[in-house]
Antibody, heavy 121, light 107 residues
Framework: QVQLVQSGSEVKKPGSSVRVSCKTSRDTFSNYAITWVRQAPGQGLEWMGRIIPFVGMTNYAQKFQGRVTITADQSTTSAYMDLSSLTSEDSATYYC??????????????WGQGTLVIVSS | DIQLTQSPSSLSASVGDRVTISCRASQSIGIFLNWYQQKPGKPPKLLIYASSNLQSGVPSTFSGSGSGTDFTLTISGLQPDDFASYYCQQSYSPPYTFGQGTNLEIK
């Protein structure tokens, strides 16, 4: 059974940073890209970026360039999403998801449970 | 970045109805288009991948079609469990953007 287990909820001050972790299995870490998606309350899904751990490659949405860093740690088979310079607009549920592929077509079948981040003074 | 525009943004329907949700891409994306269902407080659930491939375990009342820039999700015979939000997502080139969503409500 594929599992992605995320860290718990966070409350942060404006201007600070947050780190959300996503614990995976060794199989997932070694063979799949991990993507971060966020969803503000009552809003849609927003693709933030991804990491392919076994090649160390990252891609970020332009909206988050310079503010988001996605990393992966082989020793813990975990992916991490760091978001800096937080504002109230960053209050959202953050999901990690694994990219499964059939041929050249990739999709998100397995998701973490979500991590609620609240930014408030 | 590739923009995805879904229509309608919201939809009211009754159990047993047939509904169609559209997703238009800002440039051609071949068949690299996926559909998800999401219920409150839960992560999205994959329904359709590569435009028309039904994910294992998803009822056959769901179907997808399209290629290039225009795609459709059809639900034939709405069930009570189908009232949720629906999102398209492109996997053609990063960033792998989502549509803004369609909220399907009970009439």
């Amino acid at each position: 059974q594929v599992q992605l287990v995320q860290s718990g909820s966070e409350v942060k001050k404006p201007g600070s940073s947050v780190r959300v972790s996503c614990k995976t299995s060794r199989d997932t870490f070694s063979n799949y890209a991990i993507t971060w998606v966020r969803q503000a309350p009552g809003q849609g899904l927003e693709w933030m970026g991804r990491i392919i751990p076994f090649v160390g490659m990252t891609n970020y949405a332009q909206k988050f360039q310079g503010r988001v860093t996605i990393t992966a740690d082989q020793s813990t088979t975990s992916a991490y999403m760091d978001l800096s310079s937080l504002t109230s607009e960053d209050s959202a549920t953050y999901y990690c998801t694994r990219a499964d592929c059939s041929g050249n077509s990739c999709y998100y079948q397995h998701w973490g449970q979500g991590t609620l981040v609240i930014v408030s003074s | 970045d590739i923009q995805l525009t879904q229509s309608p943004s919201s939809l009211s329907a009754s159990v047993g109805d047939r509904v169609t949700i559209s997703c238009r891409a800002s440039q051609s994306i071949g068949i690299f288009l996926n559909w998800y269902q999401q219920k409150p407080g839960k992560p999205p659930k994959l329904l359709i991948y590569a435009s028309s491939n039904l994910q294992s375990g998803v009822p056959s009342t769901f179907s997808g079609s399209g290629s290039g820039t225009d795609f459709t999700l059809t639900i034939s015979g709405l069930q009570p469990d189908d009232f949720a939000s629906y999102y398209c997502q492109q996997s053609y080139s990063p960033p792998y953007t989502f549509g803004q969503g369609t909220n399907l409500e009970i009439k």
